[in-house]
């Protein structure tokens, strides 16, 4: 039997992300779990491990609801502020990195926020004279890309390597349910895209990981699309835009960078 949830009266969030697992977050979360199996307090608390929450520099983090987030843990911080809620109903406020109320985080280790840089003219030996710049290549936008042109521009089309192209009409469904791979669902055959980070001793997945992606318009023809390639720099795909999924790359994956160059 599971859980009883409904006997649940606080609830702890732990990030298990990459960052902080390296940093230590397995031994805080057992820390944790064992005082409250010993305490009695086990089946009125819960806790949970997460996918990463976004602060990588403050590894490892917890958040404790409604909304206390927690930077640098140990396991004897995580102690102490597991019995300050449970005991006080209070933070620690010495190890906060955030609270309701508060007009900015508190973080020594704060990093600014990437953004792509402006648009630069190149003359590349496959697509010619362009504007180009890189984006993000990371999953949280490739697999949001993939699937805003299978539902929104079916006469985008897409090149692999050793591939004829098709247009996004012919996607039936885009998946990403498997750990690094994302699916694109043909009528007859299933396309696998590596999108997330992966083995790196694996030199075959490397190789067909999407570790750079090139937005670019050129400047004779003005057609406008993507570049996908390895970390080696070897080209994976190419995705050749309809206008309007050109806006929505200018103001989603490249966060309202304008179409000017430097």
């Not at 960052?19 to 057992?30: D, F, H, P, Y």
């Not at 843990?73 to 309701?100: A, N, R």
């Not at 010619?128 to 984006?135: A, D, M, N, Q």
């Not at 692999?160 to 994302?182: C, D, G, H, M, P």
Request: aromatic letters at 10%; charged letters at 25%.
């Amino acid at each position: 039997m599971g859980k009883n949830i409904a006997e649940t009266q606080q609830i702890f969030l732990f990030c298990d992300g990459g960052s902080c697992q390296k940093a230590g977050s397995e031994e805080v979360v057992r820390n944790v779990r064992a005082y409250l199996r010993n305490s009695g307090q086990w089946d009125s608390t819960h806790t949970i491990k997460t996918r990463c929450n976004g602060r990588c520099e403050d590894a490892p983090t917890c958040i404790v609801q409604p909304n206390y987030w927690y930077k640098d843990l140990t396991p004897q911080k995580g102690l102490e502020i597991i019995k300050s809620h449970l005991e006080h109903q209070k933070p620690v406020e010495d190890y906060l990195l955030y609270q309701d109320e508060w007009s900015e985080i508190k973080s020594e280790k704060e990093r600014g926020a990437f953004t792509p840089k402006p648009f630069s003219i190149k003359m590349d030996s496959e697509l010619g004279e362009c504007r180009i710049t890189k984006g993000f290549a990371s999953d949280q936008y490739t697999y949001p890309l993939f699937l805003y042109l299978s539902e929104n521009s079916p006469y985008s089309t897409l090149s692999l390597a050793n591939r004829t192209s098709f247009s996004f009409s012919e996607i039936k469904n885009v998946n990403y349910s498997q750990k690094y791979t994302l699916e694109l669902e043909l009528a007859e055959e299933t396309i696998e895209l590596i999108i997330a980070p992966i083995d790196q001793k694996n030199q075959d997945l490397v190789k067909k990981r999407i570790a750079v992606v090139e937005y670019f318009e050129q400047l004779d023809s003005l057609k406008k699309g993507i570049r996908l390639k390895n970390k080696f720099g070897e080209e994976l795909g190419l995705i050749w835009l309809e206008n309007h999924a050109w806006q929505y790359c200018l103001e989603v994956q490249l966060k309202g960078i304008k179409l000017e160059t430097v």
